[in-house]
């Protein structure tokens, strides 16, 4: 049964004293009185434990400083709140109680309007602090959720076209991200070949990842219709504008189909994915020109082609987690490094060239905090 009243723990060793503060505080709160450390301990670590503790601190055997000391060390009473009533009034002698722990000091005499404030300011904070506490943990319970939601939600098995090696990962900033990665195959893809998406919502956090899983909700669906990747993107565009509707949020967003011979792409905002052709060490960037998704439903959107072919070659996507990356000099990762760093692994299988990468970013990144969800995506003939 919860209680109806604050319970506060009054402990000194002069019966006046206590009959003085019971008579101030008995109308608010319920009361627990300790004429001693150790029977103060006793009462503290009890079921009736305290929300707040009026300590004197001139007591025989235990003076009020060791059970302040004896409170603060114990994980059952580190967070209750202590205010010393005391003739003591010397600068060193609050000071040392500060340091203790406590969070107050009331002077003897004592005046009732204001012990009765303190109180009560002091009680206030410490049912905020408990019901800041009690939220915490519900969101931080809800979030890990969500996160298991979206992990779900990453791709798990890849089947991708023969003589094609596929590698990708997402690590969000938070517990849950704002980015998207989804790899489409078969029917799914409505045998265009085989197909990757990547966005990037704006933000990060958990409105961000909502709008992600709508995306996803989106894209899944149409996707399994025939049209060609431009027709895809501006119907999934047209879907996420609608369900939107005020909210000021929008998404950059990479379609790709990759074929046998060759690879087709829409960028919605995106910053272009890299064709590496590692013998010759030469970069091209598959740039596009639509803009971001969620702004306007009217939008249409263009696609692209290029060959993609050759054994060796490797298809690099991101989202500007990589190359916005912040090291503790303030400097950025940058597409230059990008581009050295997918050099450097590029003779490797494609999961070692992402792992290789984000090794290169998190290294570069070194003690900075990570500033933004990192996607990174990559494909590589072998045949």
């Not at 009473?77 to 010393?84: A, K, M, R, S």
């Not at 740039?287 to 702004?295: K, Q």
Request: hydrophobic residues 45%; contains cysteine.
């Amino acid at each position: 049964m919860s209680k109806s009243k604050p319970r506060i723990l009054v402990v000194d060793d002069t019966p006046a004293n206590l009959k003085i503060l019971a008579d101030l505080l008995r109308r608010d709160y319920l009361l627990s009185v300790a004429t001693s450390g150790a029977d103060a301990l006793e009462i503290a670590f009890s079921e009736d434990r305290p929300d707040l503790v009026l300590l004197d601190i001139m007591m025989p055997e235990m003076d009020g400083y060791e059970v302040c000391r004896r409170l603060k060390a114990d994980l059952r009473t580190q967070d209750v709140p202590i205010i010393f009533v005391t003739a003591m009034s010397e600068m060193d002698d609050e000071t040392k109680g500060f340091a203790l722990g406590a969070v107050d000091y009331i002077t003897k005499p004592l005046r009732p309007p204001i012990v009765q404030a303190r109180v009560a300011a002091h009680i206030e904070l410490a049912l905020a602090r408990k019901t800041l506490a009690t939220q915490h943990k519900v969101l931080h319970e809800s979030l890990a959720v969500a996160a298991d939601v979206q992990r779900s939600l990453l791709p798990k098995s890849l089947h991708s076209l023969p003589g094609l090696e596929v590698a990708g990962r997402m690590i969000p900033c938070d517990a849950v991200g704002g980015d998207y990665l989804d790899f489409l195959t078969g029917a799914d893809f409505a045998e265009r070949g085989f197909g990757v998406a990547v966005g990037d919502v704006m933000g990060h956090g958990p409105a961000a990842a909502l709008l992600m899983t709508a995306a996803r909700a989106c894209l899944r669906m149409r996707a399994a219709r025939p049209g060609g990747v431009a027709e895809v993107v501006s119907d999934i565009n047209r879907h996420l504008v609608a369900d939107l509707g005020d909210v000021e949020r929008f998404m950059t967003f990479y379609l790709l189909a990759v074929q046998s011979d060759t690879v087709t792409w829409v960028s919605a905002g995106h910053e272009p994915a890299l064709l590496l052709d590692p013998a010759s060490g030469t970069f091209t960037d598959l740039e596009g020109d639509g803009p971001v998704l969620g702004i306007d439903p009217d939008l249409s959107f263009r696609a692209h082609h290029a060959p993609f072919r050759d054994p060796g070659h490797v298809l690099a996507l991101c989202t500007d987690g990589v190359t916005e990356a912040w090291n503790p000099e303030g400097e950025q990762f940058g597409r230059e490094r990008f581009k050295q760093s997918l050099l450097r692994h590029a003779q490797h299988d494609a999961g070692t060239i992402l792992n290789g990468v984000i090794r290169d970013v998190l290294e570069f990144r070194g003690v900075a905090k990570q500033m933004d969800d990192l996607t990174l995506v990559i494909l590589k003939r072998i045949s």
